[in-house]
């Protein structure tokens, strides 16, 4: 038996009333055929409504049956919101990436606003990660609605199903870009998570949430993932990597607050390098100006002569320089910036050491605040701003602020694709490429 329930126009009136009656008694596997057999002859008419969404509509709840064949009992198969893009037995059999969200991770953890976990043991989404890797998958924790736009397309590039977690709310808010991925080519699975939502507590914590600030804690449903997960197979792996050792970098660690404490985890290099190429599209050539293809040549005078004309310039250096990673072409481009900076002078230094929220306990002179980058540029007045080092995710997101709330001009000086939405950037931005602005300088 099915009852159909919606916001929807249809001719006859009594067309889902008789879709009921019609599917009723017919076994699960043939729903769908039953569906289309049903209006195959009959004339009727909806509203922007198709065959294929009331078989969409039907059938993704009923594909959380498959459930049963894993062991779980009828009153739980809700903790499953549904398999998108195929058999929930099937995706989850293909799974490749598992999706977190950063709000089930404990508000104390510093890997909260990471995409990363330490799997100390402290949460369920510990756990996860252990069983992730134990099944061979790719564990990820979404911290932003930007991280999991790019994430969902770097699954369907490489064909890539993945299972996710996410509370119903935000499953209904933001349906069409699972939809989307799925046409792209990335099936998943939906698991819900327990607590008091963002979406519950109203439109300013929903606000809170976009920009990482939401402080709820919630968990996720674990009996429900490691029945789900009995399907796969344990994977046969090596000793996992050991984790980088960091330290701040020695041409930077004299603008570093003198409140700010060490955290157990920031954003490596490595971060970049698998998520941004998810941007490479973006890519326009060596540099742009108000979205214009220039070349190196061009946007470096360019660059100079604002560096010339501004009143109070700023560089905003990130956790990819701010930080000693022991690796020489970052240690160079570091350095290469510590010389411009001191050799224009008059430049400002703000840090940016990691994505988490400074929730109004830092000093937006030397620092700039993750989720409000606005705040620290508008405390200055500074009108010129420079982003070097900031992982290229965010850097999207703090080019947005900016350009939104204050009268800056905003400079991208990327490692990778560059950032068209800036009114200045350039892509591959190496050391040599920052000497040569360092060579144009005449003060």
Same mark, same amino acid.
Request: glycine share 6%.
């Given at each position: 038996?099915?009852?159909?329930?919606?916001?929807?126009?249809?001719?006859?009136?009594?067309?889902?009333?008789?879709?009921?009656?019609?599917?009723?008694?017919?076994?699960?596997?043939?729903?769908?055929?039953?569906?289309?057999?049903?209006?195959?002859?009959?004339?009727?008419?909806?509203?922007?409504?198709?065959?294929?969404?009331?078989?969409?509509?039907?059938?993704?709840?009923?594909?959380?049956?498959?459930?049963?064949?894993?062991?779980?009992?009828?009153?739980?198969?809700?903790?499953?919101?549904?398999?998108?893009?195929?058999?929930?037995?099937?995706?989850?059999?293909?799974?490749?990436?598992?999706?977190?969200?950063?709000?089930?991770?404990?508000?104390?953890?510093?890997?909260?606003?990471?995409?990363?976990?330490?799997?100390?043991?402290?949460?369920?989404?510990?756990?996860?990660?252990?069983?992730?890797?134990?099944?061979?998958?790719?564990?990820?924790?979404?911290?932003?609605?930007?991280?999991?736009?790019?994430?969902?397309?770097?699954?369907?590039?490489?064909?890539?199903?993945?299972?996710?977690?996410?509370?119903?709310? &935000?499953?209904?808010?933001?349906?069409?870009?699972?939809?989307?991925? *799925?046409? #792209?080519? !990335?099936?998943? @699975? $939906?698991?819900?998570?327990?607590?008091?939502?963002?979406?519950?507590?109203?439109?300013?914590?929903?606000?809170?949430?976009?920009?990482?600030?939401?402080?709820?804690?919630?968990?996720?449903?674990?009996?429900?993932?490691?029945?789900?997960?009995?399907?796969?197979?344990?994977?046969?792996?090596?000793?996992?990597?050991?984790?980088?050792?960091?330290?701040?970098?020695?041409?930077?660690?004299?603008?570093?607050?003198?409140?700010?404490?060490?955290?157990?985890?920031?954003?490596?290099?490595?971060?970049?390098?698998?998520?941004?190429?998810?941007?490479?599209?973006? &890519?326009?050539?060596?540099?742009?100006?108000?979205?214009?293809?220039? *070349?190196? #040549?061009? !946007?470096?005078? @360019? $660059?100079?002569?604002?560096?010339?004309?501004?009143?109070?310039?700023?560089?905003?250096?990130?956790?990819?320089?701010?930080?000693?990673?022991?690796?020489?072409?970052?240690?160079?481009?570091?350095?290469?910036?510590?010389?411009?900076?001191?050799?224009?002078?008059?430049?400002?230094?703000?840090?940016?050491?990691?994505?988490?929220?400074?929730?109004?306990?830092?000093?937006?002179?030397?620092?700039?605040?993750?989720?409000?980058?606005?705040?620290?540029?508008?405390?200055?007045?500074?009108?010129?701003?420079?982003?070097?080092?900031?992982?290229?995710?965010?850097?999207?997101?703090?080019?947005?602020?900016?350009?939104?709330?204050?009268?800056?001009?905003?400079? !991208?000086?990327?490692? $990778?694709?560059?950032?068209?939405?800036?009114?200045?950037?350039?892509?591959?931005?190496?050391?040599?490429?920052?000497?040569?602005?360092?060579?144009?300088?005449?003060?």
């Amino acid at each position: 038996q099915v009852i159909i329930n919606g916001d929807f126009f249809v001719e006859p009136k009594r067309l889902i009333y008789d879709l009921e009656a019609y599917l009723k008694h017919t076994p699960l596997q043939d729903v769908e055929r039953r569906i289309r057999e049903f209006f195959k002859d009959r004339q009727w008419e909806g509203l922007n409504l198709t065959v294929d969404d009331i078989v969409s509509a039907v059938m993704f709840p009923l594909t959380k049956m498959e459930g049963l064949d894993l062991g779980m009992e009828k009153k739980t198969l809700n903790n499953i919101i549904g398999s998108i893009g195929g058999g929930l037995i099937e995706n989850l059999k293909k799974a490749k990436v598992m999706l977190l969200p950063y709000c089930a991770k404990p508000r104390w953890c510093d890997y909260r606003h990471l995409d990363d976990c330490g799997e100390c043991g402290g949460c369920t989404v510990g756990d996860a990660y252990r069983l992730a890797y134990q099944k061979g998958m790719i564990p990820i924790t979404i911290t932003s609605f930007e991280l999991l736009r790019d994430t969902l397309k770097w699954c369907a590039e490489n064909g890539y199903t993945y299972i996710g977690h996410c509370c119903y709310e &935000f499953y209904e808010k933001r349906y069409e870009i699972f939809q989307k991925a *799925s046409k #792209e080519g !990335a099936k998943g @699975v $939906l698991f819900d998570i327990v607590g008091t939502t963002c979406y519950s507590l109203g439109v300013e914590e929903e606000e809170r949430a976009y920009h990482g600030e939401f402080t709820v804690e919630l968990d996720l449903i674990k009996d429900a993932l490691v029945k789900s997960l009995s399907v796969k197979e344990d994977e046969k792996v090596s000793e996992r990597v050991q984790r980088r050792h960091f330290d701040f970098s020695p041409f930077f660690k004299d603008f570093v607050p003198s409140y700010y404490k060490k955290p157990k985890a920031v954003p490596t290099p490595e971060e970049d390098r698998t998520r941004t190429a998810l941007q490479k599209e973006v &890519f326009l050539g060596d540099a742009t100006i108000d979205g214009k293809t220039v *070349s190196y #040549e061009t !946007a470096f005078e @360019v $660059l100079a002569e604002w560096l010339r004309s501004a009143k109070k310039p700023t560089v905003v250096v990130g956790p990819l320089l701010l930080w000693d990673w022991q690796e020489e072409e970052l240690s160079q481009k570091a350095k290469a910036l510590r010389e411009l900076i001191d050799r224009v002078g008059k430049i400002q230094v703000k840090v940016l050491p990691d994505y988490r929220p400074k929730l109004k306990k830092y000093d937006p002179s030397v620092e700039m605040d993750p989720p409000n980058p606005h705040e620290s540029i508008l405390h200055d007045q500074n009108d010129l701003t420079i982003l070097v080092g900031v992982h290229c995710y965010r850097t999207d997101f703090v080019i947005r602020l900016l350009r939104k709330h204050t009268p800056t001009k905003v400079v !991208a000086l990327c490692g $990778l694709y560059g950032h068209p939405e800036a009114h200045l950037s350039t892509s591959f931005t190496d050391a040599e490429k920052l000497l040569k602005i360092l060579n144009l300088w005449k003060g």
